[in-house]
């Protein structure tokens, strides 16, 4: 642990996504760091597992199916967690979908699809819970992604919506400053433990993804946590309307030009 454990000790998260993947891994840190987690997935499966672990570490949790994509349903689950804890002080938006399809196979329900879950269900969230941000000045925090960064192929839907959601955090950084919420976003590469990266990153692809990143190695969850627990914290009490990408430097070194001129410097020495 590299924080106070007492660092989010009486706030309140609601978090979209929450029950698998690194949004999981971002409510069981709050959680250990003394916050009250309300956790949200499309599937109540989703949900149990991680909410029995949050109980666990004897702080508040809720565990509250719904889809993003419904505004309403969303507005539910505002309500029952402000009901249950009081307020809400810190919103992340971690909901998203994701496939593989190149453009030209890309129908438009499969583009809308994902835009529904990142970006509008982000919106969604976001508007939903605005009022009871006003009154705890409270923290957006949008997962965001590096694919739109490096012109990812098979991912246009994703980058898409992802970029969307970069626009989104820097618009309401600067609309909402003045109520005191600060708005930002966290952009992870490739996470080892996560369901996408344990099925596309194998073998040859994963040492190469491994062997291009500066760091050499690729991303945890728990990078993408500790991340998170900074942003949410009073440590960043001056940051707002930035989307901090958590990547080792991969997306940097993601440039083709890189590799050629490495060769090139081989070949004159």
């Not at 969303?74 to 971690?94: H, M, Q, S």
């Not at 998203?96 to 030209?104: D, K, M, Q, V």
Request: with cysteine; net charge neutral; proline share 3%.
């Amino acid at each position: 642990m590299i924080f106070n454990p007492n660092l989010l000790a009486g706030k309140t998260a609601l978090i979209t996504g929450g029950g698998t993947g690194i949004c999981r891994g971002i409510a069981l840190a709050l959680a250990s760091h003394g916050c009250n987690v309300s956790i949200t997935s499309r599937k109540l499966q989703h949900l149990e597992e991680t909410e029995l672990e949050l109980r666990d570490k004897g702080i508040g949790s809720l565990a509250l199916p719904a889809d993003v994509r419904d505004p309403a349903a969303v507005g539910e689950v505002v309500e029952r967690t402000v009901k249950n804890f009081g307020a809400i002080d810190i919103l992340i938006n971690g909901a998203a979908g994701n496939f593989l399809c190149l453009a030209e196979d890309l129908s438009p329900n499969g583009f809308s699809s994902v835009i529904d879950i990142d970006l509008k269900g982000t919106f969604h969230a976001c508007k939903a819970a605005f009022p009871y941000l006003k009154v705890s000045t409270g923290v957006v925090l949008n997962i965001s992604s590096t694919l739109q960064l490096v012109g990812t192929p098979a991912q246009l839907h994703v980058s898409a919506a992802k970029a969307g959601v970069d626009a989104l955090t820097r618009v309401l950084a600067v609309e909402w400053g003045k109520y005191g919420i600060r708005v930002n976003g966290i952009a992870p590469g490739p996470i080892a433990e996560t369901e996408g990266v344990r099925r596309l990153l194998v073998g040859k692809a994963k040492r190469r993804a491994e062997e291009s990143t500066p760091l050499g190695r690729l991303g945890t969850i728990q990078d993408v946590s500790r991340a998170a627990l900074f942003i949410c914290s009073e440590a960043a009490s001056f940051i707002s309307g930035v989307t901090i990408v958590v990547d080792g430097g991969l997306w940097l070194a993601s440039n083709g030009m890189v590799e050629a001129w490495g060769a090139s410097l081989k070949e004159e020495a």
